[in-house]
């Protein structure tokens, strides 16, 4: 099951959030901090909790909340960890491999929610992807749309073949399910 919306954030938004961190940003590691680029190839960042930061923390709540209430109806409590900006790039076919987001590392993992930041003309490839009855689909290409989705779900950032591609990552935890 997916929930999108498009117009989650404007382009001022947007354009600040990459133009205040792409500076900040370091290789995108695997759960347990490991680098491997036959299975992750991008450039993240973790936004802090600070007070700067809250309009965004509590911009996805108030989404997770919705999307929670309309289509999942599982046990939240709040964002997990960071929310993170992530950068792929066609100068070396940035992509993220089939995974799912929740597991044994992460078992409180519910949602699953992902913004474009880029517009679709601006890159080639880079298609957020799920798995569903043995056959990919594509999640919403639109700038500012918000994908949300069970975090158990098989999904993946195809390679970027032309341009680059932003997005912000935010995971949604709860109590262990049951």
């Known amino acids: 099951m997916l929930a999108s919306t498009t117009g989650f954030l404007t382009d001022e938004e947007m354009d ?3 133009a205040e961190h792409s500076s900040e940003l370091s290789e995108g590691k ?3 901090g490991q680098e491997n680029d036959a299975v992750r190839r991008s ?3 973790f936004f802090s909790t600070e ?3 809250h309009w965004l923390y509590q911009r996805i709540w108030k989404a997770a909340l919705q999307v929670n209430e309309q289509f999942m109806c599982v046990d939240i409590a709040g964002i997990e960890g960071n929310i993170q900006l992530a950068r792929y790039d066609a100068a ?3 992509f993220y491999n089939w995974h799912t987001d929740f597991g044994h ?6 949602i699953s929610i992902s913004v474009q930041l880029s517009a679709p003309e601006d890159y080639e490839g880079g298609d957020l992807e799920f798995f569903f009855d043995g056959e990919p689909v594509k999640g919403e290409r639109a700038r500012g749309a918000l994908i949300a989705f069970p975090s158990f ?3 993946r950032v195809a390679p970027v073949t032309r341009g680059t591609r932003w997005s912000l990552v935010a995971w949604i935890a709860g109590n262990r399910w049951r």
């Open 16 to 18: 600040r959030i990459i």
């Open 30 to 32: 695997l759960g347990k």
């Open 43 to 45: 450039q993240i960042f």
């Open 51 to 53: 007070e700067k930061n």
């Open 92 to 94: 070396d076919q940035g």
């Open 105 to 110: 590392l992460v078992p409180h993992r519910k």
């Open 153 to 155: 779900t098989l999904h």
